[in-house]
């Protein structure tokens, strides 16, 4: 399958400060999903890109997908504790990123 | 109704036992999916059913067999599992394969651990 990496592998952000994370391949995509995990959870979707230069926001979530597809960002506005979690970008849904494990400390 | 439904939550195995994990949805979607994950890595596919058909097998090894024996069920039949197979199972499930709409529910998960 489709190997895509992210970065970082773990972020430490205080409560109320920004956090991104970024999803990176060597090939064009032809779409690109988001997931979180909570700690003992399940992957639950958040988002699916399709289209170069996309973007798309959720509440403090904004999610770009690069002009040449062949990388993706997910950016948070002012943490909160209940964005703690494992956030996965994934290459036709099926082939999941390495993952960027989100702490926010109160 | 959105949820997928996994049993059991927990399975402990000999390595010479045959064991099964079963899988549910009821939302009327006809691609299901196994997904092997162990502790901080990601997902990793295993299976893909579409209308009850397997159309992908990620060179898992036949010791893991799949069956969708309709559209709601699917099922992981275990058998001479090793140590390095202890992981969490999960299921998920999505309208169609490579459709339109991509998104995946996923169910809690099996944690099997393999002695």
């Known amino acids: 399958g489709q190997q895509v990496m992210q970065i970082p592998q773990y972020q430490h952000v205080q409560e109320g400060e920004d956090f991104t994370t970024y999803c990176n391949s060597s090939t064009t995509l032809s779409n690109i999903q988001w997931y979180k995990q909570r700690p003992g959870g399940h992957p639950v979707f958040l988002i699916q890109?399709?289209?170069?230069?996309e973007v798309k926001k959720q509440k403090r979530l904004t999610f770009q997908f690069g002009e040449a597809k062949k990388n993706s960002s997910l950016h948070i506005t002012a943490t909160q504790t209940t964005d703690v979690g494992t956030y996965f970008c994934a290459v036709d849904n099926l082939f999941f990123g390495t993952g960027t494990r989100l702490t926010v400390i109160p | 109704d959105t949820e997928v439904t996994q049993t059991p939550k927990h399975l402990v195995m000999g390595m010479t036992n045959k064991k099964s994990l079963k899988c549910e949805q009821h939302m009327g979607h006809r691609a299901m999916y196994w997904y092997k994950q162990k502790a901080k890595k990601p997902p990793e596919l295993m299976f893909v059913?579409?209308?009850?058909?397997?159309?992908i097998n990620e060179s898992v090894p036949s010791r893991f067999s799949p069956e969708c024996p309709n559209s709601s069920l699917l099922n992981l039949h275990l058998h001479a599992l090793q140590p390095e197979d202890s992981a969490l199972y999960l299921c998920?499930?999505?309208?169609?394969?490579?459709?339109?709409?991509?998104?995946?529910?996923f169910g809690p998960g099996t944690r099997l651990t393999v002695t």
């Open positions: 059913y579409s209308y009850e058909k397997l159309s």
């Open positions: 890109l399709v289209k170069s230069g």
């Open positions: 998920a499930s999505s309208q169609v394969f490579r459709g339109e709409t991509y998104e995946q529910y």
